[in-house]
């Protein structure tokens, strides 16, 4: 079953925050995350495993909450390079991702 | 490393015609995925292997569809015949994993972006 992600989309200016959630109906293994830019492929930002332990890649970064089987991926002082549409992929069995519907997110100068 | 290789980057073809994808894994990754994204379905997986071997093909929306992986560097998936509504862009995606969660990530290709019209 498919990960439900919120807001399914989110106009910011540069240098606003912002938080995308993932949550699950399922116990997950991990949870990844994926910014896929128009007209690109998905590529990968980060892992998060069980545990709760966050994870950082720049000013990226995110949370895994295993009793509530969420995620959630926080973007602070955001720059224009990260436009694009974020999507969750959670790990139910091995190494095989269900993805989310993708949350876009926009950021004008 | 060239990373994962598609072929072709774009495909049009006319409804009942075969349509064949091709995939090139990064060397020494022994999971390749099959992925269809569109508006409507979003990112969908379609089929996966595992040391060539396919696993799961539940997501293969029917018959028409089929994938094999004849080697460790090469996979195809062909759709005979093709339909408008199987326009898409389908991306093939490959990883390693270690044999226990978490698993690692996942090396998506451009895609090929398929119109069948």
């Known amino acids: 079953q498919q990960p439900v992600q919120s807001p399914q989309a989110v106009i910011l200016r540069e240098g606003e925050d912002a938080v995308i959630n993932c949550s699950s109906s399922?116990?997950?293994?991990?949870v990844h995350w994926y910014r896929q830019k128009h007209g690109e492929a998905p590529v990968f930002l980060m892992i998060l495993l069980k545990g709760g332990e966050q994870k950082g890649h720049e000013k990226i970064s995110a949370s895994f909450n295993e009793k509530k089987q969420q995620s959630s991926l926080y973007l602070t002082a955001s720059q224009l390079s990260y436009s694009g549409t974020y999507f969750c992929g959670t790990e139910t069995t091995g190494n095989m991702l269900t993805f989310g519907g993708g949350t876009r997110l926009m950021v004008k100068p | 490393d060239a990373g994962v290789i598609q072929s072709p980057r774009h495909e049009v073809t006319e409804m009942g015609q075969e349509v064949t994808l091709r995939c090139k894994p990064i060397s020494g990754h022994d999971y390749l995925f099959w992925y269809r994204q569109t508006m409507m379905r979003g990112l969908e997986l379609l089929i996966y292997?595992?040391?060539?071997?396919?696993?799961?093909d539940s997501g293969m929306p029917e018959d028409r569809f089929s994938a094999k992986m004849p080697n460790a560097s090469f996979s195809t998936l062909k759709i005979q015949p093709s339909e408008p509504r199987d326009s898409a862009v389908y991306f093939c995606a490959s990883s390693f994993y270690p044999g226990h969660s978490p698993a690692y990530e996942q090396y998506f290709g451009p895609g090929t972006r398929l119109t069948v019209t």
């Open positions: 399922k116990a997950l293994y991990s």
């Open positions: 292997f595992n040391n060539n071997v396919p696993i799961d």
